[in-house]
């Protein structure tokens, strides 16, 4: 079973909306990992938030962690056409020489 | 800007043949891995190597087999391909290991058994 979890399969919204998408996941971490993929190229990190923050931001991007209910959030302002991509949250797993990642949310970012 | 290196980025072949996949890293990382992403996007764990020793080898079927030369690179061949292995592989590395380390991906190899 997956040890993290997004809880939308696709989202969709307009340029300039913003968006979130949300993260679930099962084990004490040492971070959960944002990681954006786009069509044809390999994932690539967003943003890195450890187990003792609450919050990091990367230009438009802004990422939470709540460790108590084992939750992380990734939200999106000002989106754009480019932001378009499938959004994947990541946790290490016990023995930290994996990455487990979600099943990923599809955003379109439609004009 | 790609600093890891994966060949070639797309194969047809007949179910029984052999394939290779070639990735290499120019970050200097100590850490390496494989993974599979299937047609609904879904990332699995295959192998992670630190410093060309074996450190995770998930349960993969064993006509998949690892290779590494040097840390920077890691190789992985498929013996006698089967449908269910058409798929994008994508390699790799991170500084070492994945504990709160960012994951530095290729482009990924797709592999497509007809």
């Known amino acids: 079973s997956q040890l993290a979890e997004e809880n939308s399969w696709a989202l969709s919204v307009h340029e300039g909306e913003s968006v979130t998408v949300n993260c679930s996941y099962k084990?004490?971490?040492?971070?959960l990992q944002w990681y954006r993929q786009k069509s044809g190229k390999g994932p690539a990190q967003l943003i890195l938030?450890?187990?003792?923050?609450r919050e990091k931001r990367n230009g438009r991007l802004r990422a939470t962690l709540d460790t108590s209910s084992q939750s992380s959030s990734l939200s999106i302002t000002a989106t754009r056409c480019e932001d378009t991509a499938v959004y994947f949250c990541a946790t290490d797993a016990s023995g930290s020489w994996q990455l487990i990642f979600g099943s990923g949310t599809q955003l379109t970012v439609m004009p | 800007e790609t600093a890891v290196f994966q060949t070639p980025n797309y194969h047809v072949t007949q179910v029984g043949n052999e394939v290779s996949f070639n990735c290499k890293q120019t970050?200097?990382?100590?850490?390496m891995y494989w993974y599979k992403q299937d047609s609904k996007k879904l990332l699995k764990i295959m192998f992670s190597?630190?410093?060309?020793?074996?450190?995770v080898n998930e349960t993969v079927p064993r006509r998949f087999s690892p290779q590494s030369s040097d840390k920077a690179h890691l190789n992985l061949r498929i013996k006698s391909v089967e449908p269910e292995d058409s798929a994008v592989y994508l390699c790799a590395s991170s500084l070492q290991g994945a504990h709160g380390n960012t994951l530095y991906f290729g482009e990924g190899s797709r592999l497509i058994v007809v």
């Open positions: 084990t004490s971490i040492t971070a």
């Open positions: 190597y630190n410093n060309k020793q074996l450190i």
């Open positions: 970050l200097g990382h100590d850490t």
């Open positions: 938030i450890r187990s003792n923050e």
